[in-house]
């Protein structure tokens, strides 16, 4: 098996690798602005059937082919991950829920 990873072929370009991990956060933004506001999983975050994973899964295999059709780039699985959950931090659509017996 080839390595294919940007990152691990020419991890000395660092300044690239940044761009298209700024251009994936904003990349996540930009698809959460579709969806209305999403609860993350508060009881049981291993529910795979829950919206917020579904959406993981579904934009993290989006991210990847915008990367290699817009950077020429194909991104680590960590990169994609990283970038996704900083997009989930800056964005407002997500609602955390409550851990159950948790009264805040």
Known sequence: MAIRYDLWLTPDDKPRHRRVEKALERFFVARFADYPHLRLPGADPYDYDAPF?????????????????????VPTP???????FRAVA??????LDPRDGDSS
């Open 53 to 73: 994973n579904r959406l993981y899964d579904a934009l993290l295999a989006r991210a990847r082919d915008y990367c290699e059709r817009e950077w020429h780039y």
């Open 78 to 84: 960590a990169q994609l991950n990283t970038a996704f």
């Open 90 to 95: 800056h964005s407002p659509k997500f609602v």
